[in-house]
C-alpha cells in the first residue's frame, strides 16, 4: 500500500526482488519507497521532498536510490543508512528521469527543458552532457551492456547516445 500520495515512477532492481517507487503529494511532501517483491513489506524510504518525487531508481547492487525531484536536484542516498550521498544541482527544471546503469557505474538524468546528463554513480561528478531534446525529456533507458542510452521526449522524438564520447548515435 502507499496511502501518503500518488506513485509518479515505479522500477524493478535488476535482479527483480526489489520495487522502487518515486512519489508523494504535490506541494505537501515527496520520497522514494522501497518494497520487498516477494513478501510486499516496505524495506526503506529516502528523501523528504516539499513536492512529489518525480523519478527514483535504485543501484544494481541496492546499494544507492537515486530521486529526481521538482526542487530541479537530483539526490542520492545509501540504502542501508538513508542518508544522502551527494546532491546534482545542474539541472534547469524539474527532474523527470533518472536511472543508474546496469553496470552501475553511470547515472542518467533528464528534465522538463529536454537536458540529458550522465554522471557517475559514485560521486555525481559529470560524466557527459548529452544534449537538449526540444521538449520535455521524459524518460531514459540504457542497454544491458551500459554503453549506450536512449532518450525520449514530448518533442516525439527517441535520440539513441554512445557513452564513449557522448555523442548521438
Not at 535482479?15 to 516496505?42: E, F, Q
Not at 521526449?153 to 557522448?166: C, P
Request: some cysteine; hydrophobic content about 40%.
Amino acid at each position: 500500500p502507499y496511502e501518503e500520495g500518488f506513485a509518479e515512477s515505479l522500477k524493478f532492481s535488476a535482479n527483480g526482488s526489489l520495487l522502487v517507487m518515486g512519489g508523494g503529494r504535490g506541494g505537501k511532501m515527496g520520497h522514494a519507497v522501497v518494497w520487498d517483491v516477494k513478501t510486499g513489506r516496505r524495506v526503506t524510504e529516502v528523501g523528504a521532498e516539499f513536492d512529489s518525487v518525480m523519478s527514483a531508481d535504485i543501484s544494481a547492487d541496492h546499494q544507492q536510490i537515486v530521486i529526481g525531484c521538482t526542487s530541479k536536484k537530483v539526490k542520492c542516498f545509501s540504502t542501508a543508512t538513508g542518508a544522502e550521498l551527494y546532491t546534482i544541482s545542474k539541472h534547469t527544471e524539474w527532474i523527470l528521469a533518472t536511472e543508474f546503469s546496469p553496470d552501475g557505474i553511470l547515472l542518467a538524468t533528464a528534465d522538463r527543458n529536454g537536458n540529458v546528463f550522465v554522471w557517475e554513480a559514485s560521486n555525481g561528478g559529470e560524466f557527459h552532457q548529452l544534449g537538449q531534446h526540444k521538449a520535455a525529456c521524459n524518460d531514459v533507458a540504457w542497454r544491458a551492456d551500459s554503453n549506450i542510452l536512449a532518450s525520449c521526449s514530448d518533442d516525439g522524438s527517441i535520440m539513441i547516445w554512445e557513452m564513449n564520447g557522448g555523442k548521438q548515435v
